[in-house]
């Protein structure tokens, strides 16, 4: 199974809403990631977790937090967004441990469309 | 800072040509790997090189890393309208860098039957 799943796959809310996006994988990676992306644009790196722990926050504002139940899930909890948040959210993983490089080939899921009202 | 640039932006072809898109980098990666992605769809990893020099087929594409780790290329022989979409290169510079990929800009490719 190579698969990353997300969930919802199309998300539209208000500014003063509160909603969480959803992503699991089951390939056993002990990374994975959140990435914004822009139409047509490369993915922008959000947020990192290693074994379910916070490695890296690109200096990302409050209003996106993200939460790590367990090495299989990845939620983004979304408060107080702009409209400047709308954006596709990707989730990926990858392996954590070096192994011939292929440590960092990152499977993306199909990601979430947001729309921030 | 590690930048990949990559290029031709924006390619229109017709049906069965072939193309080139290049990713160059000043900067040394451990690893780089090749994307594609559809629109509204997450990117879905090609190929992945990891020795310099290397070369990788895959049915059409041809992907090359350089001797010195530092560029990449993607050559579509034939290109069919099925072969339409968001091409990203995306290099690792390994270590405590780990998570962290440096993407190129992207290429457009429109493929017109």
């Known amino acids: 199974d190579t698969e990353v799943t997300q969930t919802p796959k199309h998300l539209v809310m208000g500014m003063t809403n509160k909603k969480s996006l959803k992503c699991e994988q089951h390939m056993g990676h002990r990374a994975m990631y959140w990435y914004k992306q822009k139409a047509k644009k490369p993915p922008e790196l959000m947020f990192v977790?290693?074994?379910?722990?916070?490695?890296i926050n690109e200096s990302v504002p409050s209003r996106f937090s993200p939460e790590c139940p367990n090495s299989s899930l990845l939620n983004l909890h979304l408060h107080a967004l702009q409209p400047e948040d709308s954006a596709l959210y990707l989730c990926a993983s990858s392996h954590e441990e070096t192994t011939s490089g292929r440590a960092y080939e990152q499977f993306f899921g199909p990601g979430t469309r947001l729309t921030v009202l | 800072t590690q930048l990949l640039e990559q290029s031709p932006q924006f390619l229109s072809i017709q049906e069965g040509e072939n193309l080139t898109v290049y990713c160059n980098s000043s900067?040394?990666?451990?690893?780089l790997q090749w994307y594609r992605q559809e629109p509204g769809e997450g990117p879905v990893l090609l190929v992945t090189?990891?020795?310099?020099?290397e070369v990788k087929k895959l049915k059409r594409l041809t992907f090359q890393f350089g001797d010195a780790r530092k560029d990449s290329s993607l050559h579509i022989t034939a290109a069919q309208p099925g072969d339409t979409g968001l091409y990203l290169c995306?290099?690792?510079?390994?270590?405590?860098?780990?998570?962290?990929?440096?993407f190129g800009q992207g290429t457009i490719l429109t493929v017109h039957p």
């Open positions: 977790y290693s074994y379910e722990k916070l490695s």
């Open positions: 090189v990891v020795t310099g020099g």
């Open positions: 995306a290099g690792s510079a390994g270590g405590t860098s780990y998570g962290k990929l440096t």
């Open positions: 900067s040394v990666f451990s690893s």
